[in-house]
């Protein structure tokens, strides 16, 4: 490793006007998180606590942005910025209890370590995955833009997070949208034991701000004066005038990545360099000699801080662990919401399924009214499908926001908004794209409630699936993908009107839901729709047949399938359920008319292994199995990728194999 690079280290104490009273706040608040996480390592050798990620000598970077922002403003920070979480003065056996897995923290033992938010304290933690919460900022700094408010907001990130694509995809869309966000890289010079040669090849990480026309400043991350009066001033300037900084505050990890691992593979001389640029004994030194700070005034101060620990340790050292129980678990994966009943009792028009749902969103959009709608291409030119056309004359370019191609920064956005308080939709081009924007989804939106309760107030309109003989990549139908995912809500209309009632209801919880539109429905399927704005209950199943010969259970293209055959079979007395939502699924409609019929077949569009028909086959067996009258029989499509030439995609789609199996099972 070059020392060139760490030439910005000299620690300059003298070039910036502070009064005295801030000098000593600074002091005593760099100090807090050192002494706490040296009694942590006491802990750890004791076996108390089970894992630390040190922040030793960094301290000055998470203390000195905490201090230069406002407290209503958010800061998202990582595993080693414990000076973010006691600068904004949460109370320290909330944090014991939170790293000791107990009912005092932040996340009732679901949770560890930094792994938390906090609405009280307007800290937004990590998820282990690192990059996700650089696009979660944008979505808060967002929030404040269209609100106008003179707010920033800091978001933290390691050198070796900046490699990851959420990275690049945050700044490029915050430099887009001119959001006002502070990205703030500490740059300790190792990603675990990776050092920043194998990391990136600029000189600079700050350079980069150069690639996405963002300003950015080089900042001494061991000088706690340097940190704090420079990231004053951006962000003040930031407040005035909305834009994105990146912010690279060289400084060095002196532990190992976590305790345990060490530190064998650093070069004993950058460990000795970097020991005599000590953020805190340096500042101490500057203090005594500047006569600010005696001999005494610093015992007093280390004692209160070592008394506060002690008795905050006290405290969550005596809190009881947690007694599990089931029923809180499963209440916490989703946000409660009451279904609100909207009936419309307006004249109907006979509308597409493509226009059922544009004008669904239309209605939502006009009844909450910072509802924020995000995709690619979906402003001037209406979206691929042409759902938001004419949309931006009625609402405007803030609320319906044409993105860059980046389906993990919009998702995380649409989180950030969500935390902020605002709901928003975010259209997929295609359902195949979801995968570009997979891990924000089952990792951060799917687990927020869960995890600290704060709710994911989005729905990702999915268009999907296969008959358009569009290959591989633009027809999959990927349900499955997500219902397996607890956390998640999954809408599958079929038909206009449930349609458009669904989206409503989808738009008004407050749990991220995906919302199925399938292609080859949107311009086939016609149906009488109520022209006003109403909602539909998810979970709730509909016969679209009734009969008592057999059970066809369905959704999406299959109920279509499903329909032409039984229309076609008129002397076959089949009820056919239309599921319309998969997570919640009405197990009880499924169960009651099975036991009627005696026989049920379970028919999707995806290919077999791991779909939903599965799971529901498996559920019909284990609670109805007295009651059958033959073995559950799934159809399903072949287990292939989805090919294009027409005369392919017929042989793989389940489509033509479902009659033969009705009649088979029929005649069992
Ligand atoms: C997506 C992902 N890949 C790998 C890891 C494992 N991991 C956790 S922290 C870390 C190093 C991070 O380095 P850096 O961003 O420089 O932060 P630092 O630990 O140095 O503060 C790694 C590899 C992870 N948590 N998530
Ligand atoms: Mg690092």
Redesign the pocket.
């Known amino acids: 490793m070059s020392s060139e690079i760490f030439s910005y280290s000299d620690i300059n104490y003298n070039d910036f006007n502070l009064d005295d009273e801030t000098l000593i706040l600074l002091y005593k608040n760099i100090l807090k998180p050192r002494l706490i996480e040296e009694k942590m390592l006491i802990l750890l050798r004791q076996g108390k606590i089970s894992k630390w990620?040190a922040g030793i000598g960094q301290e000055a970077i998470a203390v000195g942005v905490t201090m230069a922002l406002n407290d209503e403003e958010y800061i998202l920070p990582?595993?080693?910025n414990l000076g973010v979480f006691t600068t904004r003065a949460i109370p320290l056996h909330r944090l014991f209890s939170q790293w000791q897995g107990k009912a005092g923290g932040f996340t009732k033992g679901r949770d560890r370590s930094f792994h938390f938010g906090t609405q009280e304290y307007k800290i937004v933690g990590m998820i282990?995955?690192?990059?996700p919460q650089l696009g979660v900022a944008d979505g808060i700094a967002l929030a404040s833009k269209l609100r106008n408010k003179a707010e920033v907001t800091a978001v933290f990130?390691?050198?070796?997070?900046t490699s990851?694509g959420d990275f690049h995809e945050a700044l490029n869309v915050a430099s887009v949208w001119d959001l006002p966000v502070l990205f703030c890289v500490?740059n300790?010079g190792?990603?675990?034991s990776t050092p920043t040669i194998e990391q990136y090849r600029c000189e600079h990480i700050a350079d980069r701000g150069k690639g996405y026309g963002m300003e950015s400043h080089i900042i001494n991350g061991n000088n706690i004066l340097e940190v704090y009066s420079k990231v004053s001033e951006i962000a003040e300037s930031v407040r005035q005038n909305p834009r994105p900084v990146l912010i690279e505050f060289k400084t060095f990890?002196m532990h190992g990545?976590e305790e345990a691992s060490g530190t064998k593979y650093v070069p004993h001389d950058l460990l000795d360099f970097w020991a005599k640029k000590d953020p805190i004994e340096n500042y101490q030194s500057y203090l005594k000699d500047k006569g600010l700070l005696t001999e005494e005034h610093e015992v007093k101060i280390k004692t209160e801080i070592v008394h506060e620990l002690n008795e905050n340790l006290r405290i969550a050292f005596n809190e009881e662990p947690i007694v599990p129980d089931e029923s809180k678990e499963l209440n916490d994966v989703y946000k409660y919401y009451e279904y609100q009943d909207i009936k419309s009792n307006s004249n109907t028009k006979e509308l597409r399924l493509v226009d059922a749902i544009s004008e669904g969103l239309k209605q939502s959009m006009e009844k909450h009214n910072d509802l924020v709608i995000m995709g690619q291409d979906i402003a001037e030119y209406g979206g691929v499908f042409k759902i938001t056309e004419g949309f931006i004359e009625q609402f405007g370019k803030d609320r319906i926001r044409n993105t860059p191609i980046c389906e993990s920064a919009i998702i995380e956005i649409a989180m950030g908004l969500s935390i902020a308080g605002i709901k928003s939709v975010v259209e997929m081009q295609f359902s195949d794209f979801v995968t570009s924007g997979f891990n924000p989804l089952v990792n951060y939106l799917a687990k927020s409630h869960y995890r600290w309760n704060q709710e994911a107030d989005v729905v990702i309109r999915m268009p999907c699936g296969a008959g358009v003989a569009a290959g591989p990549f633009h027809s999959q139908t990927n349900e499955a993908w997500f219902t397996k995912t607890p956390g998640l809500k999954v809408v599958y209309p079929a038909f206009p009107y449930d349609a458009k009632g669904l989206l409503a209801t989808a738009i008004n919880d407050p749990n991220p839901v995906l919302f199925f539109e399938h292609k080859a429905l949107y311009r086939s399927i016609r149906q009488d729709v109520p022209a006003d704005y109403y909602t539909l209950p998810f979970g709730q199943a509909s016969l679209i047949t009734e009969g008592n010969e057999i059970t066809i259970i369905a959704y999406g293209a299959a109920v279509h399938w499903a329909l032409d055959t039984v229309r076609k079979n008129d002397d076959i007395n089949a009820e056919l359920i239309d599921l319309r939502t998969l997570q919640p699924l009405d197990t009880e409609t499924i169960f009651k008319s099975v036991r009627k019929t005696g026989k049920a077949i379970v028919f999707q569009e995806d290919s077999m292994f791991g779909g939903i028909a599965s799971d529901i086959s498996a559920l019909i067996m284990e609670n109805c199995f007295e009651e059958l009258d033959a073995p559950v029989i799934r159809v399903a499509s072949m287990e292939t990728p989805i090919p294009f030439a027409s005369q392919l995609e017929e042989q793989y789609l389940s489509k033509n194999k479902f009659e033969k199996a009705l009649k088979d099972l029929l005649d069992y």
Request: no cysteine; proline share 0%; glycine share 20%.
């Open positions: 990620f990582m595993h080693r282990s995955h690192l990059g990130t390691g050198e070796g997070a990851e500490e300790n190792y990603g675990l990890r990545h």
